[in-house]
């Protein structure tokens, strides 16, 4: 069992740095792809936030259903003291006035008031499996009752849409005893808001009815449009006693599955699941990081709640749709991000029954030999524009077989496994084939990105790498290899002998093709639209972390200095090495120039885990090294998203966190470095 107290933020004397309360973020998910995530100061600083952003059925996808709560602690003099933050046009915030402390407790976020002789604390949960959100207030200590008033704030709108976009121009409210609903006129498809206060001898005051206009930081930043409005019903006010608490619940849900547990049950609940979630995990991951990482991971793993389609078919052949968000706050599911993330998310922390849903769920929607790129917002099919997603689903099949000895659904997949080599031999779309002159792996179409150095911008790609890049040659001869083995072990002598025989060729020509001896390391694409490509990039690491390696063996020391050198930061690695004329040393400013950066330089945290990887295979017993490596990371869960880890990090120093505040592919890998540095057996790594 892991310390309840994972993380925690002191404020001695109640000094207060804005720049710190406004940047650190919390984040709660709810295992549907909805969640609830602001600032620790309680101010909404992106158009993401919100305390409840539910995940509903396509077209809606995830709807903000309410933005922000205002909360005031009145005392007895009627003095009104401000416990939530926020920022109104012209960047003028308003701190909570009296906040000692904000932590984390079993990955919960806990929230400290302190005035007087008062002591307030404040919890927010999403029960499992619902759109709801909890937020609890607790009157801990005080000598004389107080009065807490909350003014719901709302704009229901798609999480994506800009904060600019007006409010509803009318909205409905429905009170009845406790319960209140709100309702937007216009929007026949989306369900109320439904709110009830537990506790605290509450009542409603509809004084509501107006609009107030707030300001997003991060989005004025990100150079899109920042001031935005929300509309309030009215306020909660809810009288207390020392030693009392009262909920205020806000949910989307029917109304008896808001009231099938209260509070206190629903409390229960999710702290019984956390615990589970720990004891269930690797004995390693059980304690410190690797434990705060094991409750990161659960953020990810998700039912695909927007798809209502996928969950039917899944019961229908008695099993589960699961999948995994890349990251938070805007991705939805992707093929590839899923299939790395895998076995750090699933395999390290015990959720193996989940880890094989993912691969059927998948596996339903091959098409053409290739895996879906990702599942757009709100939509039932996917784009499949990816060149590596697919041959990452044989990595993920090999390590999920690996660690649970689950035949059956790789007899199951086998069908459609050799499907996928035949379309990538013959060929497929987007120009994904093999070239029948040397048997490597090209792909390539105007417009499009394929590999994970996918950044897009007003129709320019920026990294197309068209050709035979380096990264998926080296996944496509792993690939070759497992199905040889595979193919063998069910008695299927001649195709197996065709896959080692396609694979054989493969390293042939890989080595003969991709070595660069004016730089000692690899060529990063051949064959490209400007011939050889010796850009210095992490991508070329896959051919020595891989189970099955291409590269030989008396190349890969030189391939990890260089990658040493050249791109190991202390929270992953560069995607550039940092002497090419397009390396930029910060992920910045607006949407074109975020993506001009974007792997030209940005570094990128999941990439610890390949580098980990061929460290050791090139140094078998220098654990050292890679503690090294994953040590930066401390440091980085009190940064950003409180508890998580961030999708990328400028390319220099102070090396700041920058994209989605949570990323399923950084807690993956990092989850999976750290695990294997605590156990023994852990440290056999692959190949």
Not at 446 to 452: C, F
């Amino acid at each position: 069992m892991a310390e309840p107290i994972l993380y925690r933020m002191r404020w001695p004397g109640g000094a207060h740095d804005p720049q710190r309360l406004l940047t650190r973020e919390w984040l709660l998910a709810n295992g549907l792809g909805g969640y609830a995530s602001s600032s620790v100061a309680g101010a909404n600083t992106r158009r993401y936030h919100g305390l409840l952003v539910a995940a509903l059925p396509a077209p809606l996808g995830r709807m903000v259903m309410l933005n922000h709560l205002g909360e005031w602690l009145q005392m007895p003099d009627r003095r009104m003291i401000r416990l939530s933050g926020e920022e109104r046009s012209g960047a003028r915030h308003a701190l909570p006035e009296v906040l000692a402390e904000f932590r984390l407790e079993t990955g919960l976020p806990v929230w400290c008031y302190r005035f007087e002789d008062v002591l307030l604390e404040k919890r927010v949960l999403m029960p499992y499996g619902q759109n709801t959100v909890h937020v609890t207030y607790r009157f801990a200590e005080g000598s004389r009752p107080v009065t807490l008033v909350l003014r719901p704030r709302l704009n229901f709108r798609g999480h994506e849409a800009s904060v600019a976009q007006p409010p509803q121009a009318e909205y409905r409210v429905v009170a009845c005893g406790r319960r209140v609903e709100v309702q937007a006129a216009e929007e026949t498809e989306l369900p109320p808001l439904r709110m009830i206060l537990h506790g605290g001898r509450g009542d409603l005051v509809l004084d509501g009815g107006g609009f107030e206009e707030f300001f997003d930081r991060v989005e004025a930043a990100r150079g899109f449009p920042d001031p935005g409005c929300v509309w309030t019903p009215g306020r909660f006010r809810a009288g207390l006693q020392p030693g009392e608490d009262c909920t205020l619940v806000a949910s989307v849900e029917p109304w008896e599955s808001v009231e099938a547990l209260d509070p206190a049950q629903a409390r229960e609940a999710e702290l019984g699941r956390r615990e589970r979630l720990l004891e269930q995990a690797h004995p390693a991951a059980r304690r410190g990081r690797a434990a705060e990482l094991v409750l990161a991971a659960d953020q990810f793993i998700i039912t695909p709640a927007t798809r209502r389609a996928e969950a039917s078919r899944a019961l229908a052949e008695g099993d589960q749709a699961r999948t995994v968000i890349a990251g938070y706050h805007w991705f939805t599911d992707w093929g590839r991000d899923t299939m790395i993330s895998l076995e750090g998310l699933t395999l390290y922390t015990g959720r193996h029954a989940e880890a094989g849903a993912i691969l059927r769920t998948f596996l339903h929607h091959v098409r053409d030999g290739l895996i879906p790129n990702l599942f757009p917002e709100g939509q039932d099919e996917g784009l499949y524009h990816t060149a590596d997603a697919t041959l990452w689903f044989f990595h993920a099949m090999d390590r999920y077989v690996a660690a649970t000895g689950d035949l059956a659904t790789l007899r199951h997949a086998m069908p459609t496994l050799l499907s996928i080599v035949d379309h990538h031999l013959r060929g497929t779309r987007f120009n994904i084939g093999v070239d029948p002159a040397d048997g490597l792996l090209r792909q390539g179409a105007e417009g499009y990105q394929l590999t994970w150095m996918d950044a897009k911008v007003d129709g320019w790609v920026v990294t197309p790498r068209r050709g035979k890049a380096v990264e998926l040659n080296a996944l496509f001869y792993n690939a070759l290899r497992l199905m040889e083995r595979w193919l063998g072990e069910e008695g299927d002598r001649s195709r197996a002998a065709e896959m080692g025989n396609h694979a054989a060729r493969v390293r042939e020509s890989f080595n003969r093709r991709f070595w660069n001896p004016a730089t000692s390391c690899l060529f990063d694409v051949v064959d490209g639209e400007q011939g050889d490509d010796p850009a210095i990039r992490p991508n070329m690491l896959f051919a020595i972390a891989l189970p099955h390696a291409v590269l030989d063996q008396p190349r890969w020391a030189s391939v990890v200095d260089v990658a040493l050198r050249e791109l190991v930061t202390p929270v992953g690695l560069r995607s550039l090495a940092p002497q090419h004329p397009d390396y930029q040393p910060r992920y910045d400013g607006d949407l074109r120039a975020r993506d001009a950066a974007y792997h030209q330089g940005t570094v990128w945290g999941w990439l610890a885990g390949p580098f980990a990887d061929a460290w050791s295979k090139v140094h078998p017993e220098d654990t050292a090294g890679i503690q090294r490596l994953v040590d930066g990371f401390a440091e980085h869960l009190g940064e950003a998203c409180i508890g998580s880890i961030s999708e990328i990090f400028d390319a220099e120093p102070p090396f700041t966190p920058r994209g989605c505040i949570a990323q399923a592919w950084s807690v993956a890998e990092v989850l999976r470095v750290l695990v294997r540095l605590g156990s023994p057996a852990g440290r056999e790594w692959p190949g």
